[in-house]
């Protein structure tokens, strides 16, 4: 399947519909002379663009509404505007995204627009109490609001083990934790103020469980723990909870009762494509369901530029994605 942007370079889409369109917020890869490592410098991004179409046909063009906010435009942060995400309410449209601070510390900002293509005008600092990478906002059926986050590694989750608010630099770089019956680091969630701009409350766990024994992933499942890009849906009362596995490469998803939680593992609904990540999003539109994610086969796998893709996915009778229709 061919990219849906060429002009540049695209990864990490998060796809909404609003206002009857798609609008994707994706990270912006550019060219850069810094080698590939596992804190992922490479990432060495700066603005964000914003994009929509009115249809997922191929030969329907998607617009590129511009830059939207750029590493510059926010105080606080030093480098590396990494994936983001957006959410509507209350009448105004809620830019989320991870970057570096002026102590190299990932933490999360919010921008506010007017419209879903923008312009975002930053808060001056990140949300409180925020860190990692990777935030997914989710606003339920009850107006209630959540946004989920983390990401190991160069994302930082691994360094918050001794406490939510506690960074150990002694867990930088590719450590996690390993060994017989040790359970995986978790994303996090936190649910949203009434504006949309803070936490409401504790960070909280997300609690991901193995189906045939009831009990949390272990650390060493390389093949089912959580690693980034997480991401939530809403389905038949259904919450889907979906994540990359990181070094092993899939796309994961588990199914919950409850926004915050637990939720049991239910499979794969992505193989390895070219190139080191994983990141995605889900949405309903025009009543098909739609898979957005990146590969590199646009730049012949060149690890750090990277192009957006959509496929249509697929639900069986009991609710589980499936890639191919059902009979």
Request: proline letters at 7%; a negative charge; hydrophobic letters at 30%.
């Given at each position: 399947m061919p990219p849906l942007i060429t002009?540049?370079?695209?990864?990490d889409p998060s796809a909404h519909v609003f206002e009857g369109k798609v609008y994707i917020y994706p990270s912006h890869d550019r060219e850069t002379d810094i080698q590939f490592n596992d804190n992922g410098d490479q990432y060495d991004m700066e603005d964000y663009h914003v994009f929509s179409t009115e249809s997922l046909d191929p030969l329907t063009p998607v617009v590129d509404h511009g830059v939207v906010l750029h590493?510059?435009?926010?105080p606080?942060?030093?480098?590396?505007?990494?994936a983001p995400d957006a959410a509507f309410k209350n009448g105004k449209y809620y830019l989320y995204f991870p970057a570096r601070d002026k102590e190299?510390?990932?933490?999360?900002?919010?921008?506010v627009g007017d419209k879903p293509e923008g312009p975002f005008t930053p808060d001056p600092d990140p949300i409180k109490g925020s860190y990692s990478i990777d935030?997914?906002?989710?606003?339920?059926?009850?107006?209630n609001a959540y946004i989920y986050f983390g990401g190991l590694w160069?994302?930082?989750?691994?360094?918050?083990?001794?406490g939510h608010d506690v960074f150990d630099p002694s867990w930088s770089g590719p450590k996690e934790p390993s060994g017989a019956g040790v359970h995986a680091l978790t994303p996090r969630v936190a649910k949203l103020t009434g504006d949309m701009r803070q936490f409401d409350g504790e960070v909280q766990e997300v609690v991901i469980l193995a189906p045939e024994t009831g009990e949390k992933i272990l650390a060493d499942d390389h093949d089912r723990r959580f690693f980034e890009a997480a991401w939530m849906h809403k389905r038949g009362g259904v919450y889907y909870f979906s994540y990359s596995t990181g070094d092993t490469h899939y796309l994961c998803y588990a199914t919950g009762t409850s926004p915050l939680g637990p939720f049991t593992y239910g499979g794969r609904i992505l193989e390895p494509v070219l190139g080191w990540t994983t990141h995605h999003s889900i949405v309903e539109f025009q009543e098909k369901w739609y898979l957005f994610h990146h590969d590199c086969e646009l730049s012949g796998g060149v690890d750090h530029?990277?192009?957006?893709?959509?496929?249509?996915?697929?639900?069986?009778?009991?609710?589980?994605?499936?890639?191919?229709?059902p009979e």
């Amino acid at each position: 399947m061919p990219p849906l942007i060429t002009h540049l370079y695209t990864a990490d889409p998060s796809a909404h519909v609003f206002e009857g369109k798609v609008y994707i917020y994706p990270s912006h890869d550019r060219e850069t002379d810094i080698q590939f490592n596992d804190n992922g410098d490479q990432y060495d991004m700066e603005d964000y663009h914003v994009f929509s179409t009115e249809s997922l046909d191929p030969l329907t063009p998607v617009v590129d509404h511009g830059v939207v906010l750029h590493a510059k435009d926010v105080p606080w942060v030093s480098k590396q505007l990494w994936a983001p995400d957006a959410a509507f309410k209350n009448g105004k449209y809620y830019l989320y995204f991870p970057a570096r601070d002026k102590e190299g510390i990932f933490r999360i900002g919010v921008a506010v627009g007017d419209k879903p293509e923008g312009p975002f005008t930053p808060d001056p600092d990140p949300i409180k109490g925020s860190y990692s990478i990777d935030p997914a906002s989710f606003v339920d059926d009850d107006g209630n609001a959540y946004i989920y986050f983390g990401g190991l590694w160069g994302g930082q989750l691994q360094c918050y083990q001794g406490g939510h608010d506690v960074f150990d630099p002694s867990w930088s770089g590719p450590k996690e934790p390993s060994g017989a019956g040790v359970h995986a680091l978790t994303p996090r969630v936190a649910k949203l103020t009434g504006d949309m701009r803070q936490f409401d409350g504790e960070v909280q766990e997300v609690v991901i469980l193995a189906p045939e024994t009831g009990e949390k992933i272990l650390a060493d499942d390389h093949d089912r723990r959580f690693f980034e890009a997480a991401w939530m849906h809403k389905r038949g009362g259904v919450y889907y909870f979906s994540y990359s596995t990181g070094d092993t490469h899939y796309l994961c998803y588990a199914t919950g009762t409850s926004p915050l939680g637990p939720f049991t593992y239910g499979g794969r609904i992505l193989e390895p494509v070219l190139g080191w990540t994983t990141h995605h999003s889900i949405v309903e539109f025009q009543e098909k369901w739609y898979l957005f994610h990146h590969d590199c086969e646009l730049s012949g796998g060149v690890d750090h530029l990277r192009s957006v893709k959509v496929k249509e996915i697929f639900y069986d009778k009991d609710g589980k994605i499936v890639t191919e229709k059902p009979e």
